[in-house]
């Protein structure tokens, strides 16, 4: 680790859901900006090793990296903002730190000592954040969770002893609260963010500054008044304010000028203009979009659109490169089990079917899958939704009425199987089905190579590309032949020819299946050559509806 390198820790107060990754992924692009290197990292304080067991509904997506790790969805925001990849070094949990304390005690590491919070769970935190940095400027570290829960106070001990041990010019704390509007009042009041300071300030924790989430402008006298009493200087009480768009808030924390408090906390340059043009460019076109388009997407975690966030975010992105506001119609695939899916899909230009666990909701993935075949709508279907596809055509134009993913039921034709081996650079990966769920899927990013002259080849405009995976089923290549007779070709596969990653039907205006996640790579300044393709060929529909 360079001696350069600064360390800003991003902690949160009064309530929790107030975007504390977005604002960190957004403080990093304006450092950025202004021509520094940086990186994200997020520190969870809860129990599970990581989010990779844990349902959609208590956590939102599953973020994965390059590498593998199953992530907070925030580091998909990191991901976004900075265009920097995360790795596993960049992600870890209260479960991941015992694991590794408790591996180390028995393997008698500790030469013998009690094994306690402090030191020895401290100090692996300590570890991980100080670790696997080369040249960063500024190292950005989420804590998970609000200031109080009891989960959290070893990571609270353990960044304090790191703004110790580094010195206060290399680390400084942020604190993120709220502002809440009472209207009987007619005011925002500071009071939770009292005492949610002074809460920290028991841990040992001075914040430098503060990021008030308000709904409307913050007055200068509440301002200094937040100030004096959480003992912070004046211009360091940022107004967070909502906006109207994610990509404003970068916009609008540099109009705050927090960027220039940053760099005035440590005493640094702040070397160039912060140019945040390419911001602005995305606003304009998310404020004055040409048009929009409807977009089915067809799901059984709808009801928490957490659980799909890089999905929303990756059609956003499609829409932007083609100036168009992307609208998206979530529709529980339940409901296409026993409504009519005429009149469900009728108004929308564009399916896609995401990833998915489990049975519930599947036979109205396939039925959303066969009105988009049958009714030439452009379709995408995604890990589970691509298994999908598959088994569609299996059963209604093969006519294979039997045949299903072994994940549901073992008595089926198995169009979709489980994978017990598979190649990884070179090595054999191997799993059983009696073995743990957590961490035993095919994870991170895997090379795939397209067929000439396929859709996918024209889209990526390349032949070969490497997307991440998390999936423990897979479409079995025996079937090949069978698909291509009923019309659906698999134009991707990895090197070796085994496994299936991309199927397509040639006979259709815009028909992909994924065995990967390509959302999880979209960005808004890079946005996914499939989800513009995608969205260009809904905005091609709309035209013709
Ligand atoms: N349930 C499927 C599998 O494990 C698909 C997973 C997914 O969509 N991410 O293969």
Redesign the pocket.
């Known amino acids: 680790m360079s001696e350069k390198t600064k360390f800003i820790f991003i902690t949160g107060g009064v309530v929790s859901s107030l975007g504390k990754g977005l604002a960190s992924a957004s403080l990093a692009s304006i450092l950025q900006s202004r021509g520094f290197k940086v990186r994200m990292r997020k520190l969870d304080p809860y129990l599970n090793v990581d989010p990779g067991t844990m349902s959609p509904y208590q956590h939102g997506e599953v973020y994965v990296t390059d590498d593998g790790a199953e992530t907070d969805l925030d580091l998909g925001h990191y991901e976004r903002f900075s265009g920097v990849a995360c790795h596993k070094t960049d992600s870890i949990t209260t479960g991941k730190i015992y694991q590794r304390v408790i591996d180390k005690e028995r393997h008698g590491d500790y030469l013998g000592a009690t094994i306690q919070v402090i030191p020895h769970v401290t100090n692996e935190i300590k570890d991980f954040i100080l670790s696997d940095i080369t040249d960063e400027d500024f190292v950005l570290c989420e804590i998970g969770g609000t200031v109080g829960d009891i989960e959290g106070q070893p990571y609270l001990e353990a960044i304090r002893q790191v703004a110790y041990d580094l010195g206060r010019e290399r680390a400084m704390f942020i604190h993120v609260t709220l502002l809440p509007y009472i209207p009987t009042a007619g005011e925002l009041k500071t009071k939770p963010t009292q005492h949610s300071v002074k809460k920290l300030q028991e841990y040992g924790i001075q914040p430098d500054m503060l990021l008030c989430r308000a709904q409307t402008e913050i007055p200068q006298n509440e301002k200094r008044k937040i100030a004096l009493f959480c003992n912070i200087r004046e211009e360091n009480v940022i107004a967070a304010l909502d906006c109207d768009s994610i990509y404003q808030v970068p916009i609008s924390y540099s109009h705050e000028g927090i960027d220039l408090q940053v760099c005035k906390h440590f005493g640094i340059d702040c070397r160039q203009e912060a140019d945040l043009s390419k911001w602005e460019r995305i606003m304009d076109v998310i404020r004055h979009p040409e048009g929009i388009v409807r977009i089915a997407v067809v799901g059984k975690y709808v009801q928490l659109l957490e659980a799909y966030k890089s999905i929303n975010e990756a059609l956003t992105h499609g829409g932007i490169a083609n100036k168009y506001k992307v609208k998206i119609k979530w529709i529980d695939s339940e409901r296409l089990e026993h409504e009519d899916v005429n009149e469900l899909l009728s108004d929308v230009s564009a399916i896609l079917v995401p ?3 489990g049975q519930r909701g599947t036979d109205g993935k396939i039925a959303a899958v066969k009105y988009a075949r049958e009714h030439k709508i452009p379709f995408l279907g ?3 939704g691509m ?1 999908m596809s598959v088994i569609e055509t299996m059963q209604n134009v093969v006519g294979i009425k039997n045949a299903y993913t072994t ?1 549901l039921r073992a008595d089926c034709e198995p169009v979709v199987g489980l994978m017990t081996e598979w190649d990884r650079e070179g090595s054999t990966e191997r799993r059983n089905k009696d073995g743990d769920l957590g961490g035993t ?1 095919r994870l991170g990013a895997y090379p795939c190579v397209l067929s000439e002259n396929s859709l996918a080849a024209k889209v990526y405009g390349c032949n070969k590309i490497f997307e991440r995976h ?5 479409v079995n290549l025996k079937y090949e032949d069978v698909l291509k007779k009923a019309g659906m070709v698999v134009s991707g596969k990895s090197p070796d020819g085994l496994l299936p990653e991309i199927v397509e039907i040639p006979d259709h205006p815009w028909f992909i299946g994924v065995q990967f ?1 390509p959302e999880l790579k979209s960005k808004p300044f890079d946005p996914h050559p499939l989800f513009v393709s995608f969205v260009k060929a809904a905005i091609d529909k709309s035209r013709l509806l």
């Open positions: 990833g998915g666990f995604i890990c589970y298994q994940e899927m998390r999936h423990r089923y897979e996640h």
